[in-house]
């Protein structure tokens, strides 16, 4: 079973079509593009020239 709580935060999602930064496991399956910690810090690693994310370090 779902986690009855979660429907407000799925039915603003769905409201304001905006994704969802969760590590939730019923999130998926809604329709709502989900974001897991992991998938953040890589997206954030990214160093912009499209080929993936930055393996340089600061």
Known sequence: MRDPDDW???AVALMLECQVWTEDNDFFGTGVPIWTTDRV????????????????SP
Do not use: H, M
Not at 41 to 56: E, F, K, N, R, V
């Open 41 to 56: 810090g890589i997206y954030l690693a990214d160093d912009g020239s499209d080929q993936g994310p930055s393996t340089t």
């Open 8 to 10: 407000p935060i799925l």
